[in-house]
Nanobody, 120 residues
Framework: VQLVESGGGLVQAGGSLRLSCAASGTILSINTMGWYRQAPGKERELVAS???????IYADSVKGRFTISRDNAKNTVYLQMNSLKPEDTAVYYC???????????????WGQGTQVTVSS
């Protein structure tokens, strides 16, 4: 199983970016999908997550600015980021809880990370 992220880059404060993460490989089902971020010198933190049924959770720092969504048919999760701030600068990682076989429990998979840089 692989998670491949795209959409990061450099943007000015107040701008927008959209991240995408596609899961591929032998996948039976995907439970929760989410986005985490890690800024230099800080711990990785949850940004947003979405269950297969569409229930979402957001970090307080991004509520009202970021929107997470997913396309179950495409095994893809998105993060629309609006009104970006310099403090949003970080490496953003995709995460998914994936079932590869009915005989095995689900496990977490991670993407390689994509850099988001917001200039002031």
């Amino acid at each position: 199983v692989q998670l491949v992220e795209s959409g990061g880059g450099l943007v000015q404060a107040g701008g927008s970016l959209r991240l995408s993460c596609a899961a591929s490989g032998t996948i039976l089902s995907i439970n929760t999908m989410g986005w985490y971020r890690q800024a230099p010198g800080k711990e990785r933190e949850l940004v947003a997550s979405v269950t297969r049924g569409g229930t979402t959770i957001y970090a307080d720092s991004v509520k009202g600015r970021f929107t997470i969504s997913r396309d179950n048919a495409k095994n893809t999760v998105y993060l629309q980021m609006n009104s970006l701030k310099p403090e949003d600068t970080a490496v953003y990682y995709c995460n998914a809880d994936i079932i590869v076989s009915m005989w095995l429990p689900s496990r977490d998979y991670w993407g390689q990370g994509t850099q988001v840089t917001v200039s002031s």
